[in-house]
């Protein structure tokens, strides 16, 4: 009988979880009698045909993997999918290591990669990809949250709790920018829950291209109404997407 091997890799940028995903995947697979091989630093090696790069995984090296932070086989933002030749490596590189299967675990550019590499393979390989993205811009059923959202949102809050405390013992303004290229949900998540005084999200301006002054105006008069309230502090949340809404004439 041919041996089911299991492939796992993490792509994009770090979130909370992703051990977490490692450990029980490899658990399951491997009380399935399944072969498991993580694959270190996302696409980074295998889309260049390099095989060297790869950890067998067992239940005894993955039982304790969900304390950790961090991802125990790397991590990277490299996209087979931007070359016709890297996206044939990574398949050929994964049917050299005998991977009948593969998890990959990140956000939108790396479900598009797992995507491609399904119709690249032509039926060679199956693939799983689990949403992992701090964003939580992924089409997903409403009130399911990507994982790692919910943590970096925790912590974000504590952030600006802290800093608008510091604000109002110095009287000064602080500007926080919160991750969220496409979406704002992170930003917006940490400025309601925090009480900051300020949130700032692209979707506010409906698509549409804005100044560099509007959102300097914005600020500005934030901290001229505060001030004329008889309070020279407070905070604001940024997206970081807001930099693509700005007209870059």
């Known amino acids: 009988m041919h041996q089911e091997r299991l492939a796992i890799l993490a792509a994009g940028g770090p979130a909370p979880g992703i051990n977490s995903v490692i450990s029980a995947a490899t658990i399951r697979a491997q009380l399935e009698k ?35 932070g961090g991802c125990h086989i790397g991590i990277s933002r490299a996209n087979p999918t931007l070359q016709a030749e890297h996206l044939e490596n ?21 479900a598009y990669s797992a995507h491609r590499l399904v119709q690249q393979s032509e039926g060679r390989l199956r693939v799983v990809h689990v949403p992992k993205t701090i964003d939580n811009d992924l089409d997903l059923p409403p009130h399911v949250d990507t994982f790692g959202f919910q943590t970096a949102r925790h912590h974000g809050v504590e952030i600006v709790k802290n800093l608008m405390v510091d604000g109002k013992t110095t009287s000064r303004w602080y500007f926080v920018t919160a991750m969220g290229r496409k979406a704002g949900h992170l930003a917006l998540g940490i400025g309601k829950s925090a009480g ?15 100044r560099l002054r509007t959102l300097v105006d914005i600020l500005a008069g934030a901290v001229s109404k505060r001030r004329a309230a008889g309070r020279p502090d407070g905070v604001a949340v940024l997206a ?10």
């Open 196 to 210: 900051a005084t300020l949130t700032l999200i692209p979707e506010e301006f409906a698509g549409r291209r804005i």
């Open 34 to 68: 399944v072969e498991v091989l993580g694959i270190h630093d996302g696409f980074e090696w295998i889309m260049r045909g390099d095989i060297d790069h790869v950890t067998p995984l067992t239940i005894d090296g993955v039982s304790r993997l969900h304390f950790r």
């Open 240 to 249: 970081e997407g807001l930099i693509l809404a700005i007209d870059p004439t």
């Open 90 to 110: 990574a398949v050929v590189s994964l049917q050299r290591l005998g991977a009948t299967q593969l998890i990959t675990i990140g956000g939108d550019d790396t």
